[in-house]
C-alpha cells in the first residue's frame, strides 16, 4: 500500500460509513464532515469507488461530503432487476439523495441547499438526475465527459476498450473476470490517463487503480455500466439543466479535450468553466487542492 499524500488532511475530517437499500441495491456510502454542515453529494466515474473522491474531499473541510460506491462497485451491490444503464443509475441517485437525508428540510432549503458533484462517468449520471428532476442548489462536473467517448484524441484508445470489454462478455466468467482484473491491463490505463511527473504522485495513483480499479463482483453490472459509460455524455441532459453548473475540466484530458468543453458550457442555462492546466482526466488524484479551490469560489464567492 501506497501513502497517500493526502492523508493527514483526510483524517482531520470525521467520517462515518453507512448503508442502505436504494433502488435495488444495497449501498454503502461514506459521510465526511460536519453532519450539521452545507452539504455536497459527490458521484464517482466508472470503475472507481469512494475512495477516487477522498482527496477532493480532503481539500473540502467544513462540508458534509456524502460519497456512495456506484451500484456494482466497491462496497455497493448491482441492482437487483434491470440493467445497468443510465436511467438505472439517474433513478438511483435520486433515491440516494432522499436516503442520504439531502432532499429534507434545512438540508434541502437551507442558505446553500445541497450540491450535486459528479466526476468522470459520474459527470453523466449526475447530469441526467438534475435533467429529469433531482433538484440541487449547484451541480459541479469535474473532468466531465462533454463529448462521444468514440471521437477525439483518444477514439483508437476508446475502441480497443470496447473490444476489451466485448470480449470479457464473451468468455466464460471465469476467464472474463480474469481480463477484466488483469494488473497490466490496468496498469496500461493508469500510465495512459496520469500527467504528474512526481514519482510519489504516479506511485500512488497506480496503486490507487491496482486496489480499488477492479473491486467488483458482478461482472455483468461492469460490462453494462461500461456501455452506459459510451454511449452517453453530458451533452444530452445540458440543455434541461437550469440550476447553476460549474465545469472543472483539464488542460490535457484525453477522454473529452478542452475543446469540446468549451463547446459543451454554452448548452447549459448558467454555467462556468473552470480549466486546470497540466492535468488530465485524474484531476481528482493530481490536483484536488486546486479543484476543491475553484469549487468553493463557485459555492461561497467571495466568502470562499
Known amino acids: 500500500m501506497i501513502a497517500s499524500p493526502y492523508a493527514d488532511d483526510l483524517a482531520r475530517i470525521p467520517v462515518r460509513e ?45 462540508y458534509r461530503l456524502i460519497v456512495p460506491d456506484l451500484p456494482g462497485f466497491g462496497e455497493s451491490s448491482p441492482f ?22 439531502v432532499t429534507d428540510g434545512a438540508a434541502a432549503d437551507g442558505p446553500r441547499g445541497w450540491v450535486l458533484l459528479g466526476h468522470s462517468f459520474g459527470s453523466i449520471i449526475t447530469s441526467a438526475a438534475v ?28 475502441r480497443l476498450a470496447v473490444a476489451y470489454y466485448r470480449i470479457a462478455a464473451a468468455l466464460p466468467e471465469r476467464l472474463g473476470f480474469a481480463l477484466l482484473r488483469n494488473r497490466g491491463i490496468v496498469r496500461v490505463m493508469s500510465v495512459t490517463m496520469a500527467k504528474t511527473e512526481e514519482p510519489a504522485l504516479r506511485r500512488f495513483i497506480h496503486d490507487q487503480h491496482d486496489r480499488y480499479f477492479s473491486a467488483f463482483g458482478d461482472r455483468d453490472a461492469v460490462l453494462e455500466a ?40 454554452p448548452l447549459f442555462d448558467d454555467a462556468e468553466l473552470a480549466v486546470i492546466p497540466g492535468v488530465g482526466h485524474l ?20 466568502a470562499a
Open 131 to 158: 435533467a429529469r428532476g433531482l433538484a440541487p442548489r449547484e451541480l459541479v462536473l469535474v473532468n466531465p465527459i462533454g463529448a462521444p467517448a468514440l471521437e477525439g484524441p483518444r477514439a483508437i484508445m476508446t
Open 283 to 302: 484531476i481528482h488524484y493530481e490536483t484536488p487542492a486546486e479543484a476543491a479551490g475553484r469549487i468553493r469560489e463557485f459555492l461561497e464567492g467571495d
Open 18 to 62: 453507512r448503508r442502505a437499500h436504494v433502488h435495488g441495491s444495497d449501498t454503502a456510502w461514506w459521510e465526511y464532515g460536519d453532519p450539521g454542515a452545507p452539504a455536497i453529494v459527490m458521484v464517482h466515474g466508472f470503475r472507481g469507488d469512494h475512495h477516487g473522491l477522498e482527496p477532493i474531499v480532503a481539500k473540502l473541510p467544513g
Open 226 to 265: 461500461f456501455e452506459a459509460s459510451v454511449s452517453h455524455d453530458v451533452r444530452e441532459y445540458a440543455p434541461a439543466i437550469h440550476v447553476p453548473v460549474l465545469l472543472v475540466a483539464a488542460e490535457r484530458d484525453d477522454v473529452t479535450p478542452l475543446a469540446a468543453q468549451h463547446r459543451l458550457r
Open 80 to 101: 437487483a432487476e434491470g440493467p445497468h444503464d443510465i436511467d438505472a443509475y439517474a433513478a438511483w441517485l435520486g433515491e440516494f439523495a432522499e436516503a442520504a437525508g
